[in-house]
Nanobody, 126 residues
Framework: QVQLVESGGGFVQPGGSLRLSCAAS????????MAWYRQAPGKQRELVAE????????????TYADYVKGRFAISRDGAKQAVYLQMNSLNAEDTAIYYC???????????????WGQGTQVTVSS
């Protein structure tokens, strides 16, 4: 059974930084895309950043929501099946539950399936 386990959330003052981590465990063929989403109270879940495994020429491909460009950085460790989100210059609008996402093929012949972590709370407040 595939599991995504997140860590690194917490409380931080405006302007501060946090680093989220998410590691996949279980038996599967490969992970194609990993991402971070967030959901603030009363709002829909939204994409924060996404990283897709690239080839040897281009490397991994990253996508960011406009409101985090220049502040957040997503990275992954293929050997550890993990994804990270470095969050800098945090503000109150970044307060939300952050969810890890992974698009995983359990076996090579099956379609990619979406897996989610349990979420980790990030609170930015003075």
């Amino acid at each position: 059974q595939v599991q995504l386990v997140e860590s690194g959330g917490g409380f931080v003052q405006p302007g501060g930084s946090l680093r989220l981590s998410c590691a996949a465990s279980g038996n599967f063929f490969t992970i194609y895309t990993m991402a971070w989403y967030r959901q603030a109270p009363g709002k829909q879940r939204e994409l924060v950043a996404e990283i897709t495994r690239g080839d040897l020429t281009r490397g991994d491909l990253t996508t960011y929501a406009d409101y985090v460009k220049g502040r957040f950085a997503i990275s992954r460790d293929g050997a550890k099946q993990a994804v990270y989100l470095q969050m800098n210059s945090l503000n109150a609008e970044d307060t939300a539950i952050y969810y890890c996402y992974a698009g995983i093929k359990i076996v090579a012949t099956l379609p990619t399936r979406a897996y989610w972590g349990q979420g980790t709370q990030v609170t930015v407040s003075s």
